[in-house]
């Protein structure tokens, strides 16, 4: 079992920028891939950006590429999305995700956290 917790939404400007927090705890959470994930009212849950456990790997949702960084700290067991240049599109509630490859499915994901709100106002 791994836990995660999510922490850093909230409200901002368009143009602004936020950082996500998720923390891992558990079973050795260094061994997963753990991945950011959101789902706006209405809409299907959508793959953001992972990172693998050897840090060697990151993949991007081509909608953030080059707004968003994922990163890792294995010591703290912590990943960190930080979110730049953010639009009324982002709006959404995040969730950071562990799995064991590095996919952009949920399915792939096997724990997840409660979830942290993103509100970006025009």
């Known amino acids: 079992q791994v836990q995660l917790a999510e922490s850093g939404g909230g409200l901002v400007q368009a143009g602004g920028s936020l950082r996500l927090s998720c923390a891992a705890s558990?079973?050795?959470?260094?061994?997963?891939?753990m991945g950011w994930f959101r789902q706006a009212p209405g809409k299907e849950r959508e793959f953001v950006s992972a990172?693998?456990?050897?840090?060697?790997?990151?993949n991007y949702a081509n909608s953030v590429k080059g707004r968003f960084t994922i990163s890792r700290d294995n010591v703290k067991n912590m990943v960190s999305l930080k979110m730049n240049s953010l639009a009324p599109e982002d709006t959404a509630v995040y969730y950071c995700?562990?799995?064991?490859?590095?996919?952009?499915?949920?399915?792939?994901?096997?724990?997840w956290g409660q979830g942290t709100q993103v509100t970006v106002a025009s």
């Open positions: 558990g079973r050795t959470p260094r061994n997963y891939v």
């Open positions: 995700a562990a799995g064991l490859t590095l996919g952009v499915s949920p399915m792939e994901y096997d724990y």
């Open positions: 990172i693998t456990g050897n840090i060697l790997m990151s």
